[in-house]
C-alpha cells in the first residue's frame, strides 16, 4: 500500500474581515501519496492558494490536521516546524528571487540558512543549476534573466534542501506557452528521475494535463471531485468538473449557428479508443450521417485523448443506434440537451444523482 506523505484532515480555514467571517475552506480531506504528481485545479476564488499555504502552515487551519510523512504539523512548536518545512519547498507564481543576487546566490541561500558551508553550498548550487540547464547563467541576476530562466533558478532554488515534496503555487501562469511546456517538462523530470512529490496549484488545465496524475476539483473552498486525471478527463461527475476539463466557450463559439442544437453529443475518446475510426464507422453501421461539430485531441502526460461534438440523426430510433453503437464501442459521451450548456449534465454510465 502506497504511502501518503501529505495527509489533510477535516481542514478548514477560516479568515476575519471587516465584514464578518469568511470560510476559505471546508472540511478538507486530501491523501497525497509519495512521488504523486498531484494538481488542485480551482477558478479564481476557489481556495486554491488557501490550501496550498495550509499544507506548509503558512496558514494555519482554524479546524483539523496536517500531516506530514505521518506527523502532524499542526501543533509543533516554531523551531521544530521550520525544521519539517526544510522538506517542503515551494516555487512561486512571481519567482520571489532576491534582486541583489545572483542565481548562484539565490540557490545558496536557504543552504546558507541552514548552516551549510559556504563553499560546500556554491558547490551543490552550481551543480543544481546544471540540474535545471542554465549553468552559463550562473552569475546573472534576476534582472537579467528572462521568465523561464528566473523560475528554473527557482526550482534549483527549491531543490537545494533535499525536499520531499515541491508546492508549486501557480509556478507557470507568468510565462509564455512555449516557456511553460519547457518548464512542466523539467518538473515531470524531477518528479520522475528524483522521486519528489509534486503538488501543483492551478487554474489552467492544460498544466495538469501535461504534468499531473492525480488531481482534485476545489469549488468554494471544498474538494468537490478527485481522482486519476484520466478518469475525470473521460467521466467527471460534477459541473465544476466539467467546466474544467470542458472549458464551454470556444467550443461553443465554434459551434454557433452552423447546426441546430438538437442531438448534440460530447464523445470523450481514451487511449483504447483515440486512434479507431469510431465516427466512420458508425456511419457505415447506421446508415446515417453524422454532422461533426468540433474535435481535437490531448495528451495526458503520455496519453492521447480525444474530444469530440457531434450532432446525429434528426431521427429518433436511428439517433438510438448510433448511441448504441458508441456504447459498444467503449465510448463515453456526453448529451446536451437544446439549447443547454453541456457542462450541466453528466456522461453517460453515471445514473446516480450528483450532489456538490
Do not use: W
Not at 114 to 123: L, N, S, Y
Not at 151 to 168: G, K, N, T
Amino acid at each position: 500500500m502506497a504511502e501518503h506523505i501529505i495527509s489533510l484532515q477535516g481542514v478548514t480555514k477560516e479568515f476575519d474581515t471587516k465584514n464578518g467571517k469568511v470560510v476559505a475552506l471546508k472540511d478538507i480531506n486530501l491523501d497525497i501519496e509519495k512521488g504523486d504528481s498531484y494538481g488542485i485545479i480551482g477558478l479564481s476564488g476557489a481556495g486554491k492558494s488557501t490550501l496550498v499555504r495550509t499544507i506548509n502552515l503558512l496558514e494555519q487551519p482554524t479546524e483539523g490536521k496536517v500531516l506530514f510523512d505521518g506527523e502532524a504539523l499542526t501543533g509543533l512548536r516554531s523551531k521544530d516546524l521550520n525544521l519539517a518545512r526544510r522538506k517542503i519547498s515551494m516555487i512561486f507564481q512571481q519567482f520571489n528571487l532576491l534582486m541583489q543576487r545572483d542565481a548562484v546566490g539565490n540557490i545558496c541561500f536557504p543552504l546558507e540558512i541552514a548552516g551549510v558551508p559556504r563553499a560546500e553550498a556554491r558547490a551543490k548550487a552550481e551543480e543544481l543549476l546544471k540540474v535545471v540547464d542554465l549553468e552559463e547563467r550562473a552569475h546573472s541576476y534576476p534582472s537579467q534573466l528572462s521568465g523561464g530562466q528566473k523560475q528554473r533558478v527557482a526550482i534549483a532554488r527549491a531543490l537545494a534542501s533535499d525536499p520531499e515534496v515541491i508546492l508549486c503555487d501557480e509556478a507557470t501562469s507568468a510565462l509564455d506557452p512555449k516557456t511553460t511546456r519547457s518548464i512542466l517538462s523539467l518538473l515531470r523530470q524531477i518528479n520522475e528521475e528524483r522521486g519528489i512529490t509534486l503538488v501543483v496549484i492551478t487554474h489552467e488545465m492544460e498544466v495538469i494535463k501535461q504534468l499531473c496524475k492525480k488531481v482534485a476539483v476545489i469549488e468554494n473552498g471544498e474538494i468537490v471531485e478527485r481522482g486519476l486525471v484520466k478518469d475525470i478527463f473521460a467521466r467527471p461527475k460534477t459541473k465544476a468538473a466539467r467546466k474544467l476539463f470542458f472549458p464551454e466557450g470556444d467550443e461553443k463559439e465554434k459551434t454557433k449557428g452552423r447546426t441546430a442544437t438538437m442531438n448534440r453529443l460530447r464523445l470523450a475518446f481514451n487511449e483504447q479508443t483515440a486512434y479507431k475510426p469510431i465516427i466512420s464507422s458508425m456511419i457505415l453501421e447506421t446508415g446515417a450521417p453524422v454532422n461533426i461539430l468540433y474535435a481535437n485531441m490531448d495528451a495526458l502526460l503520455e496519453e492521447q485523448k480525444g474530444q469530440m461534438v457531434i450532432c446525429l440523426s434528426d431521427d429518433k430510433d436511428t439517433a438510438e443506434k448510433q448511441k448504441a453503437y458508441l456504447i459498444k464501442e467503449g465510448v463515453d459521451f456526453t448529451e446536451i440537451p437544446e439549447e443547454s450548456e453541456y457542462y450541466e449534465y453528466p456522461l453517460h454510465g453515471f445514473e446516480e444523482e450528483v450532489t456538490e
